[in-house]
């Protein structure tokens, strides 16, 4: 199987690209390294295809869906310091980056595995825990740090849309 995977020198996107190889599967990666590390994929090197570039470039994304059997969507702008120091460009890279690769997967067929976060949820209140996943209260909407939560949590609606009618195969 090829597989795609999008922020693939990060921790999820590495240890994926581990269990695939270790499969005997062929792996390209695409990453922007301003969170995933060379280092996490060092060992990978003549194994895998690294490319580096932006999720949200539809042109590369298109080239590297078409050539994959599976888009396993890992890339995302993380961390509470960039979170906070770049708002509005995490936002956009996590909503645009998402809605690039699902057009892609889209148009070529592909079935694609997406990441989330349990930030989704916000905090719950104490009532609600544990929490199952229909759980949507007491979720921040106050300041830069919710702006993580709330593009990772449109991502998701678009793949629910996605899924829903466009027949996309979304996990």
Same mark, same amino acid.
């Given at each position: 199987? *090829?597989?795609?995977? #999008?922020?693939?020198?990060?921790?999820?996107?590495?240890?994926?690209?581990?269990?695939?190889?270790?499969?005997?599967?062929?792996?390209?990666?695409?990453?922007?390294?301003? /969170?995933?590390?060379?280092?996490?994929?060092?060992?990978?090197?003549?194994?895998?295809?690294?490319?580096?570039?932006?999720?949200?470039?539809?042109?590369?994304?298109?080239?590297? @869906?078409?050539?994959?059997?599976?888009?396993?969507?890992?890339?995302?702008?993380?961390?509470?310091?960039?979170?906070?120091?770049? /708002?509005?460009?995490?936002?956009? %890279?996590?909503?645009?980056?998402?809605?690039? @690769?699902?057009?892609?997967? /889209?148009?070529?067929?592909? *079935?694609?595995?997406?990441?989330? /976060?349990?930030?989704?949820?916000?905090? +719950?209140? +104490?009532?609600? @825990? +544990?929490?199952?996943?229909? $759980?949507?209260?007491?979720?921040? #909407? %106050?300041? +830069? *740090?919710?702006?993580?939560?709330?593009?990772?949590?449109?991502?998701?609606?678009?793949?629910?849309?996605?899924? #829903? $009618?466009?027949?996309?195969?979304?996990?």
């Amino acid at each position: 199987m *090829r597989a795609f995977i #999008t922020g693939g020198a990060g921790f999820i996107g590495s240890h994926l690209a581990d269990a695939l190889i270790a499969r005997g599967d062929s792996v390209t990666i695409l990453d922007n390294l301003s /969170t995933g590390s060379k280092k996490n994929i060092a060992h990978l090197e003549g194994k895998i295809t690294v490319h580096e570039g932006d999720i949200r470039d539809k042109n590369l994304i298109e080239k590297l @869906v078409s050539d994959s059997d599976l888009v396993l969507h890992m890339a995302a702008a993380l961390g509470v310091k960039n979170i906070m120091e770049h /708002t509005v460009e995490s936002i956009d %890279r996590n909503f645009t980056g998402s809605e690039v @690769v699902l057009n892609a997967a /889209t148009k070529f067929n592909k *079935r694609l595995i997406i990441a989330s /976060t349990s930030e989704i949820y916000g905090d +719950p209140f +104490p009532e609600f @825990v +544990p929490t199952n996943e229909d $759980y949507r209260g007491n979720v921040s #909407t %106050r300041g +830069p *740090r919710a702006c993580y939560d709330e593009s990772k949590r449109l991502g998701e609606t678009l793949c629910w849309i996605y899924q #829903t $009618y466009f027949d996309v195969h979304v996990c």
